[in-house]
């Protein structure tokens, strides 16, 4: 079975643009959950969209949204980047919502430099 | 709130030698769940193992053993004679399980600690 897929691996932007990256989940997972990693703040949780539905958002400001296809892939979409978006930004999907029963798989991440 | 801390923030070790990795958590709930993640230098975090809190037994597998005491709010990882493929930072993380008011279950609380950084050398 195909594991987590993100796309673009590696991407390098310019303060002011906007981004958008790209994450497929394992099939059959209906919960894509994102997250950013930074050398300074460490893993965060950025949303979580479980059937086309943003069922929890982290503490990140409102350039930060996403959404999910009925296909269950989804998109994170970041606007007017900051130098601070520099990050690693993963992408897990798990079966279903939460972690009541089932663990979630990550993908290897697109790394985002802001220039 | 819930906090997970990882005091270590690297160990280096030569190889075969044995390496624990401590995790201490803080939550109010009596229901959560705990994870080990290993995230090689390719960037992908790689899934190891989760707990329930009501389930206390330690596991084994392979050359990785967890060690859970809810006594002392610790779930340490201990890697047995490593290898320099071990070489990694290892993530433990938590998530408290749903609340009463929630009707279904998030990933919105799962939470990582700073992770630690595995160095094995030849």
């Known amino acids: 079975k195909a594991g987590v897929t993100q796309t673009p691996r590696y991407l390098i932007k310019t303060r002011g643009q906007q981004v958008t990256l790209s994450c497929s989940p394992i099939s059959g997972h209906r919960s894509v959950s994102w997250y950013q990693q930074t050398p300074g703040q460490g893993l965060q949780f950025l949303f979580e969209?479980?059937?086309?539905?943003?069922?929890n958002k982290g503490n990140f400001p409102g350039r930060f949204s996403g959404r999910q296809f009925s296909n269950s892939r989804s998109e994170m979409n970041v606007s007017t980047l900051e130098l601070g978006d520099s990050a690693l930004y993963l992408c897990?999907?798990?079966?279903?919502?939460?972690?009541?029963?089932?663990?979630?798989?990550f993908g290897p991440g697109t790394r985002l430099t802001v220039t | 709130a819930q906090k997970v801390t990882q005091a270590q923030t690297e160990i280096s070790v030569v190889e075969k030698e044995d390496v624990t990795l401590d995790c201490v958590y803080e939550?109010?709930?009596?229901?959560?769940?705990l994870f080990w993640y290993k995230q090689p230098p390719s960037g992908e975090l790689v899934f190891l193992i989760r707990?329930?809190?009501?389930?206390?037994q330690n596991e084994i597998s392979g050359r990785y053993s967890w060690n859970f005491q809810k006594s002392t709010s610790s779930f340490n990882f201990t890697i047995t004679a490593s290898q320099v493929v071990d070489s990694a930072v290892y993530f433990c993380a938590l998530s408290e399980a749903a609340s009463l008011m929630e009707t279904t279950d998030s990933w919105g609380k799962f939470q990582f600690g700073a992770g630690t950084q595995v160095v094995v050398t030849p």
């Open positions: 707990r329930n809190s009501f389930d206390e």
């Open positions: 939550t109010r709930d009596t229901t959560y769940y």
């Open positions: 969209y479980f059937s086309e539905t943003q069922r």
């Open positions: 897990a999907s798990s079966l279903v919502a939460g972690p009541g029963t089932y663990e979630q798989y």
